[in-house]
């Protein structure tokens, strides 16, 4: 069993009362001058340990203004989030991929390069789609009702959001002269593109995956195989697949590259998946004033560990006027110990490298997350989205493997659109939430990836309960 180590972020500063400043892009080169700054507050009465203001009855204190002389910008750390929980054996090898990330967000030409990739071969942009079956579906008997829309990841190559990132890194890794990557994939979304990605730019490439994971996701495992990748077992799921993928990264340092697809991890794994991710929030923004003149009011996104989210949400946290929803998977329901709502129900701890909410018993061991949707089944979240919980920024929710699989119906049949089940669980949600907006409010959903994976899946799940 892996053990979540409750260790107290007390390390951030032993003052108190003391500020504590971040930058939600990573304290990278790229971030501007103006950067977020929050302010912690320290409660002498619990052991110093950091506690954010409470949203609902403090201030936060989050403005973007220049930093004061003195104040530093910690790169990776969102409040008491993030950090580098890592042997010191792997603190060179993250410190010189931090030092070439910082290097291609600032070089032209590879920013040039990534731009005619993600066009050329990703295929962006992807569209923002005015869902009018769906939107008239949830109008009230006034005919009033939101106008969703829906960012189209699902039309990217291979199929989901995995490869905006899959090709950035591919190409990082390529330009650091290594000649192997290493992955772990859940669903089997981002094993693709990562295989997809070695394969265009010559670089070899071991896939680790679950065993529960891939038989039911078996039409991934062979595109995987197809696209050159080696596919190795491990027993369980993503949560094992990714402990073994680091150990197998740890054991050739010098000729590997380790491709995380997942905004979780120890510094600056979150932050460059967060980045090559932002062109989906981009992206929206763009097209949302192209379309009516304005930014969107609500954006919705599944939550696993969160980089779909992340990837829609980013560019649009400093407009306040903007709901950034969150839904995580409740599986058999929140109090039945088999879901992974991990900010709805999981406490702070360290797993995988960096402080975040994870999902762990009274002993700090990491229970296993359950989701009818494989890619959500993660029992941690992103240090950033955590922070945006605790800061009260974005709003998290949750959705059960029935209402996720009657979503995917829905959306087939109004709008011949198959969403993955992982993003099904974000228009679960529109059930609760459309009949509390006003008229003619402005919805984003991320359709973060393609549902044929899942056909199967579905059609078992509604024949069984059919029979009972």
Aim: hydrophobic share 35%; net charge negative.
């Amino acid at each position: 069993m892996d053990m979540a180590s409750n260790i107290q972020a007390t390390f951030l500063s032993r003052q108190s009362p003391c500020s504590f400043p971040f930058s939600y892009k990573g304290g990278h080169k790229r971030a501007h001058k103006s950067q977020i700054v929050c302010t912690l507050v320290f409660d002498r009465q619990t052991l110093n340990k950091p506690r954010l203001p409470n949203p609902l009855t403090e201030r936060l204190v989050v403005e973007r203004q220049i930093p004061e002389n003195g104040a530093e910008i910690i790169p990776g750390k969102y409040g008491r989030f993030g950090g580098k929980f890592v042997p010191e054996t792997l603190m060179t090898c993250l410190n010189m991929i931090e030092a070439e990330f910082d290097n291609v967000l600032n070089d032209p030409q590879f920013q040039e390069e990534l731009e005619t990739a993600l066009r050329d071969y990703v295929g962006r942009e992807t569209p923002l789609y005015y869902a009018r079956a769906l939107s008239n579906y949830y109008k009230n008997k006034d005919g009033q009702g939101p106008e969703i829309y829906i960012k189209r990841e699902d039309l990217s190559h291979c199929g989901a959001h995995k490869m905006n990132n899959a090709i950035a890194q591919a190409m990082i890794a390529k330009r650091m002269g290594l000649t192997s990557v290493v992955a772990a994939t859940g669903a089997g979304q981002h094993g693709v593109a990562t295989a997809a990605a070695c394969a265009k730019l010559g670089l070899g490439s071991t896939i680790f995956m679950g065993t529960t994971d891939m038989e039911k996701q078996s039409s991934n495992v062979l595109l995987m195989r197809l696209l050159g990748a080696k596919v190795k077992s491990v027993e369980g799921n993503f949560k094992e697949a990714s402990s073994e993928a680091i150990r197998q990264w740890v054991g050739s340092l010098e000729t590997s590259y380790y491709l995380t697809g997942t905004v979780v991890g120890p510094h600056p794994c979150p932050s460059m998946v967060c980045e090559f991710q932002s062109v989906i929030g981009k992206e929206t923004r763009k097209q949302a004033m192209e379309k009516w003149g304005g930014k969107p009011d609500v954006l919705i996104a599944c939550i696993g560990s969160g980089s779909n989210a992340l990837g829609l949400f980013h560019e649009f946290i400093g407009d306040e006027d903007v709901r950034l929803i969150g839904v995580e998977a409740a599986g058999f329901g929140l109090d039945s110990g088999k879901h992974s709502a991990t900010l709805a129900k999981g406490e702070v701890g360290v797993y995988h490298g960096s402080m975040s909410y994870l999902l762990q018993d009274d002993e700090g061991q990491i229970v296993k997350p359950h989701s009818i949707g494989i890619g959500l089944e993660y029992p941690g979240v992103s240090p950033e989205l955590s922070f945006l919980r605790d800061t009260g920024r974005a709003e998290f929710y949750s959705a059960t493997d029935k209402e996720a699989v009657d979503a995917y119906v829905r959306l087939c049949t109004l709008e011949g659109i198959f969403p993955a089940l992982e993003a099904s669980h974000a228009f679960a949600f529109l059930e609760k939430l459309c009949p509390t907006l006003p008229d003619g409010t402005k919805v984003v959903v991320n359709c973060s990836g393609r549902g044929d994976k899942d056909a199967e899946t579905v059609f078992n799940y509604i024949q069984d309960s059919t029979a009972q």
